[in-house]
């Protein structure tokens, strides 16, 4: 009983590097999101997408790019990583009604 | 935009105490709140989640209200556990695709 997995679960990066976050989902859903949170200031979304095939920016989307490849699976891209970009990134995936959380990817940019 | 606000930050009280956390949203047109527990270096886990036609939800300690109109959600733990701490969010769905995020109240309960 899988749910939303989330690779890797820790990573250190250094400014200017690029890499992509993973998340897959088992529960057949239509809705997938990506948030960081950060100290003090809750989690915040950085996309969104409702479908298969279809992305929206969220509150915080600058630096990020994202890519539905199939239902199952929604991944999160840093071009170019700076320093402001260290957080822990959680995605999620839900119904209408409730949203379920992976477990969270540390990211460190030095 | 939405606020969320949770107040208090942080919480300790000893083991057995019954204690209220508290959640405030500045826009009342929410589709549902759902109220969640992280714990250090976890992900979110969903307690509960009230519908905007709901009151309340109960599950086994736990007690979430709700009055939409005031902009207030309070979580009641019953005779809290050393277990039961852990950082409790409160979150608000607007439409389809967002949720707001209250900064959280970290609980820790003292044996």
């Known amino acids: 009983n899988a749910g939303v997995t989330q690779t890797p679960k820790f990573q250190v990066l250094k400014t200017g590097q690029s890499m992509t976050l993973q998340c897959a989902q088992d529960?057949?859903?239509?809705?997938m999101y990506w948030y960081r949170q950060d100290p003090g200031m809750g989690l915040r979304l950085i996309y969104y997408s409702a479908s298969e095939g279809t992305t929206d920016k969220g509150e915080v989307p600058n630096g990020y790019n994202v890519s539905r490849l199939n239902k199952r699976e929604f991944s999160l891209r840093l071009e170019s990583a700076a320093p402001s970009q260290t957080s822990v990134y959680f995605c999620?995936?839900?119904?209408?009604?409730?949203?379920?959380f992976g477990q969270g990817t540390r990211l460190t940019v030095v | 935009k939405q606020e969320v606000t949770q107040i208090p930050a942080a919480l300790s009280v000893p083991e057995g105490e019954n204690l209220v956390l508290n959640c405030s949203f500045t826009d009342s047109a929410i589709y549902n709140l759902q109220w969640f527990r992280q714990d250090p270096g976890k992900g979110l886990t969903s307690l509960l989640l009230?519908?905007?036609?709901?009151r309340e939800q109960t599950s086994g300690r736990l007690n979430a209200s709700l009055d939409k109109s005031s902009g207030r959600s309070t979580l009641y733990i019953a005779a809290s556990q050393p277990g039961d701490s852990a950082t409790y969010l409160c979150a608000v769905k607007t439409g389809a695709n967002n949720l707001f995020f209250g900064t959280g109240t970290r609980l820790t309960v003292i044996p």
């Open positions: 529960m057949n859903h239509n809705s």
């Open positions: 009230i519908q905007s036609s709901q």
């Open positions: 999620a995936s839900g119904t209408y009604t409730e949203a379920f």
